[in-house]
Nanobody, 114 residues
Framework: QVQLVESGGGLVQAGGSLRLSCAAS????????MGWYRQAPGKQREFVAI???????TYADSVKGRFTISRDNAKNTVYLQMISLKPEDTAVYYC????????WGQGTLVTVSS
């Protein structure tokens, strides 16, 4: 059974940092592209970042230069390092395995206070 479990969310002041983790089981984070998405209150879920099988990364314009996606193959975990957080980054952040069969994690809440 494929499972993605996010962690690392919390409350942080504007300008602060957080690192989100997405621990995978039943699948390898090196086989499929892995992405981070977020959903703010009252808004649609949106793309944040992706890391491909080959390690290429792509970011939404709104987070470029502030967020970094990475993975630890040995730990089978994908990370999202977030710095210079803004109140508009407040959302539930989801990890996603991208492919023929997509799998979502349960999400982790990030709240950025002004």
């Amino acid at each position: 059974q494929v499972q993605l479990v996010e962690s690392g969310g919390g409350l942080v002041q504007a300008g602060g940092s957080l690192r989100l983790s997405c621990a995978a089981s039943g699948t390898s984070v090196t086989i499929n592209p892995m992405g981070w998405y977020r959903q703010a209150p009252g808004k649609q879920r949106e793309f944040v970042a992706i890391i491909t099988r080959g390690g290429t990364t792509t970011y939404a314009d709104s987070v470029k230069g502030r967020f970094t996606i990475s993975r630890d193959n040995a730990k089978n975990t994908v990370y999202l390092q977030m710095i210079s957080l803004k109140p508009e980054d407040t959302a539930v952040y989801y990890c996603k395995r991208i492919g023929f069969v997509e799998v979502w994690g349960q999400g982790t809440l990030v709240t950025v206070s002004s």
